[in-house]
Protein backbone atom coordinates (compact mmCIF):
# COMPACT_ATOMS: atom_id res chain seq x y z
CA UNK A 1 0.00 0.00 0.00
CA UNK A 2 1.01 3.79 -0.47
CA UNK A 3 0.23 5.73 1.69
CA UNK A 4 -0.68 9.41 1.08
CA UNK A 5 0.41 12.36 3.35
CA UNK A 6 -0.66 15.66 3.09
CA UNK A 7 2.04 18.49 4.43
CA UNK A 8 -0.16 21.65 5.49
CA UNK A 9 1.11 24.63 6.85
CA UNK A 10 4.41 27.02 7.61
CA UNK A 11 5.80 27.77 4.11
CA UNK A 12 9.14 29.68 5.75
CA UNK A 13 11.07 26.81 6.48
CA UNK A 14 12.16 23.30 4.43
CA UNK A 15 10.60 20.81 6.61
CA UNK A 16 8.19 19.65 4.35
CA UNK A 17 11.93 18.72 2.61
CA UNK A 18 13.33 17.29 5.42
CA UNK A 19 10.17 14.64 6.00
CA UNK A 20 10.14 13.88 2.21
CA UNK A 21 13.88 13.27 2.17
CA UNK A 22 13.89 11.29 5.26
CA UNK A 23 10.93 9.21 3.97
CA UNK A 24 12.93 8.36 0.89
CA UNK A 25 15.83 7.51 2.72
CA UNK A 26 14.10 5.38 4.94
CA UNK A 27 12.21 3.57 1.60
CA UNK A 28 8.35 4.88 3.03
CA UNK A 29 5.47 3.65 0.06
CA UNK A 30 4.30 7.62 1.03
CA UNK A 31 3.18 9.74 -1.72
CA UNK A 32 3.38 13.52 -0.37
CA UNK A 33 0.91 16.27 -1.08
CA UNK A 34 0.38 20.15 -0.30
CA UNK A 35 -1.19 23.26 -0.65
CA UNK A 36 0.82 25.61 -2.65
CA UNK A 37 3.97 26.91 -1.20
CA UNK A 38 4.62 29.73 -3.24
CA UNK A 39 3.95 33.10 -1.40
CA UNK A 40 3.24 35.00 -4.17
CA UNK A 41 1.59 32.45 -6.29
CA UNK A 42 -0.96 31.22 -3.28
CA UNK A 43 -1.50 35.10 -2.57
CA UNK A 44 -2.70 35.61 -6.58
CA UNK A 45 -4.61 32.48 -7.18
CA UNK A 46 -7.85 34.43 -7.71
CA UNK A 47 -6.30 37.26 -9.63
CA UNK A 48 -7.28 35.54 -13.02
CA UNK A 49 -10.89 36.28 -11.76
CA UNK A 50 -10.28 39.62 -12.29
CA UNK A 51 -8.73 42.56 -10.09
CA UNK A 52 -10.32 44.27 -6.82
CA UNK A 53 -9.55 47.58 -5.72
CA UNK A 54 -9.43 45.99 -2.07
CA UNK A 55 -7.08 43.56 -0.59
CA UNK A 56 -10.14 41.60 1.09
CA UNK A 57 -11.82 40.66 -1.96
CA UNK A 58 -8.50 39.54 -3.53
CA UNK A 59 -7.78 37.49 -0.86
CA UNK A 60 -11.34 35.84 -0.59
CA UNK A 61 -11.21 34.94 -3.87
CA UNK A 62 -7.74 33.71 -4.01
CA UNK A 63 -8.59 31.65 -0.91
CA UNK A 64 -11.39 30.20 -2.41
CA UNK A 65 -9.18 28.74 -5.54
CA UNK A 66 -6.57 27.66 -3.20
CA UNK A 67 -9.37 25.75 -1.05
CA UNK A 68 -10.00 23.58 -4.22
CA UNK A 69 -7.07 21.84 -3.90
CA UNK A 70 -6.55 21.73 -0.33
CA UNK A 71 -9.87 20.29 0.44
CA UNK A 72 -9.20 17.66 -2.74
CA UNK A 73 -5.74 17.33 -1.16
CA UNK A 74 -6.83 16.73 2.41
CA UNK A 75 -9.65 14.50 1.96
CA UNK A 76 -7.64 12.35 -0.19
CA UNK A 77 -5.17 11.87 2.07
CA UNK A 78 -4.16 8.91 4.39
CA UNK A 79 -2.81 11.23 7.75
CA UNK A 80 -1.86 14.89 7.54
CA UNK A 81 1.06 16.74 9.35
CA UNK A 82 0.14 19.91 10.30
CA UNK A 83 3.06 22.37 10.96
CA UNK A 84 2.96 25.62 13.06
CA UNK A 85 6.12 27.65 12.77
CA UNK A 86 7.72 30.34 14.61
CA UNK A 87 7.79 33.16 12.61
CA UNK A 88 3.72 34.06 12.24
CA UNK A 89 0.55 32.21 13.30
CA UNK A 90 -0.24 29.80 10.82
CA UNK A 91 -4.47 29.91 10.65
CA UNK A 92 -4.82 27.94 7.76
CA UNK A 93 -2.85 24.98 9.70
CA UNK A 94 -5.19 25.23 12.22
CA UNK A 95 -8.38 25.19 9.85
CA UNK A 96 -6.97 22.52 8.25
CA UNK A 97 -6.22 20.59 11.81
CA UNK A 98 -10.13 21.23 12.25
CA UNK A 99 -11.23 20.27 9.05
CA UNK A 100 -9.07 16.83 9.20
CA UNK A 101 -10.94 16.38 12.84
CA UNK A 102 -14.28 16.88 11.11
CA UNK A 103 -13.55 14.57 8.54
CA UNK A 104 -12.21 11.67 10.97
CA UNK A 105 -8.73 12.09 9.18
CA UNK A 106 -5.65 11.57 11.43
CA UNK A 107 -3.03 14.22 11.81
CA UNK A 108 -0.03 14.41 13.27
CA UNK A 109 0.95 18.16 14.97
CA UNK A 110 4.33 19.39 14.35
CA UNK A 111 5.39 22.79 16.41
CA UNK A 112 7.53 23.15 19.70
CA UNK A 113 6.80 22.90 22.92
CA UNK A 114 6.44 27.21 23.07
CA UNK A 115 3.38 27.02 21.59
CA UNK A 116 1.59 23.82 23.11
CA UNK A 117 -0.98 26.58 25.49
CA UNK A 118 -2.17 28.01 22.28
CA UNK A 119 -2.43 24.72 20.14
CA UNK A 120 -3.91 22.58 23.16
CA UNK A 121 -7.27 21.94 21.54
CA UNK A 122 -5.43 21.45 18.11
CA UNK A 123 -3.01 18.93 20.03
CA UNK A 124 -5.83 17.33 21.55
CA UNK A 125 -7.56 16.12 18.34
CA UNK A 126 -3.86 14.93 17.01
CA UNK A 127 -2.97 11.57 16.73
CA UNK A 128 0.62 12.69 17.59
CA UNK A 129 2.58 15.74 18.36
CA UNK A 130 6.19 16.13 17.17
CA UNK A 131 9.03 18.85 17.48
CA UNK A 132 11.16 17.80 14.98
CA UNK A 133 10.94 16.69 11.17
CA UNK A 134 13.08 13.73 12.33
CA UNK A 135 10.26 12.84 14.38
CA UNK A 136 7.56 12.51 12.16
CA UNK A 137 9.68 10.35 10.07
CA UNK A 138 9.99 8.00 12.86
CA UNK A 139 5.84 8.03 13.26
CA UNK A 140 5.50 7.47 9.40
CA UNK A 141 7.93 4.57 9.60
CA UNK A 142 6.60 2.79 12.33
CA UNK A 143 2.71 3.63 10.23
CA UNK A 144 3.66 2.83 7.28
CA UNK A 145 6.11 -0.04 7.48
CA UNK A 146 4.09 -2.00 10.36
CA UNK A 147 0.77 -1.84 7.63
Known sequence: MTWTVYLS????????QQIMQGAKE?????????????HESSDAAGDV???????????HKSSKVNAIRTKT??????IAVI???????????AFDAGYCAALGKPYITLHGEDIVHP?????????????SPEQVVELLKYIVAKA
Open 26 to 38: QGLAIEFSSAVTD
Open 83 to 93: RFGDQYKQWNA
Open 119 to 131: LKEVDAAAMAWAQ
Open 73 to 78: LLEKCD
Open 9 to 16: GEIHTDWR
Open 49 to 59: LGAESQAFWRD
